[in-house]
Every structure is written in structure tokens, then in C-alpha cells.
């Protein structure tokens, strides 16, 4: 499976943004997709997760009731709303290789490149 992530950008605080992740090869549509992020000096987290029905969907804490996640034919999107200066990060699309939801970096097998999410207070 390859994944590309677009969809960044800079915005102010309070701002929209949505995200796309566009997947080729592989049979990723049977298979849970998720959103990861790394802002400067941090390590990776978890963002967001959706099974391969779109119908099941997980997210953290810092970013639940503001972001959704969906997926459709090829891509998975995440939409932003009420952007925060601290979601500031590079935001990384992955593939699992089953359908179950899961929230650790390596529960997933593919990974797109990321894309920069800056948002100014």
C-alpha cells in the first residue's frame, strides 16, 4: 500500500483545515486506516482511527468533538475545525493490516510522508 498525505497548510487559530490521504495497491479498503501526528521536539501521536466501513471510529483526547475522520474509495480525510496553535505538527497518514481499531504506531504497517499543519495564534 502506498499513501500519500495532503492537505496542509497554515491557518489562524479557530481556522479549518481537511486533510487527505490518498491509498493505491494493496487491498487497504478492507482494512483500518488512521492519522498520526509529530509536532517539533515531540514524538509521534495518535490522532484518529476508522475501520474499513467508515462506521467505526476512534479518536484522542486533544482532538475529539473537533476532528472527523472518514474514508471513501481511495482516501481517508481528516477534517479539522476549531484549529489550535498546539495542533501545529506534521500530520502522517497509515494502513493497518487488519480492520480492528488500534491507537500505537506499530499496530499499523504502511505510512504516507506527512504533511504540515501550522497554526498561528
Known amino acids: 500500500v502506498q499513501l500519500q498525505a495532503s492537505g496542509g497548510g497554515t491557518v489562524q487559530a479557530g481556522g479549518s483545515l481537511r486533510l487527505s490521504c490518498a491509498a493505491s495497491g494493496g487491498t487497504f479498503r478492507r482494512y483500518a486506516m488512521g492519522w498520526f501526528r509529530q509536532a517539533p521536539g515531540q514524538s509521534r501521536e495518535f490522532v484518529a482511527t476508522?475501520?474499513?466501513?467508515?462506521?467505526s471510529t476512534y479518536y484522542s483526547n486533544s482532538v475529539k468533538g473537533r476532528f472527523t475522520i472518514s474514508r471513501e474509495m481511495n482516501t481517508m480525510y481528516l477534517q479539522m475545525t476549531s484549529l489550535e496553535p498546539e495542533d501545529t505538527a506534521v500530520y502522517y497518514c497509515a494502513a493497518r493490516s487488519t480492520d480492528d481499531l488500534a491507537y500505537r504506531e506499530y499496530n499499523y504497517r504502511s505510512w504516507g510522508q506527512g504533511t504540515q499543519v501550522t497554526v498561528s495564534s
Open positions: 476508522v475501520d474499513s466501513s467508515g462506521r
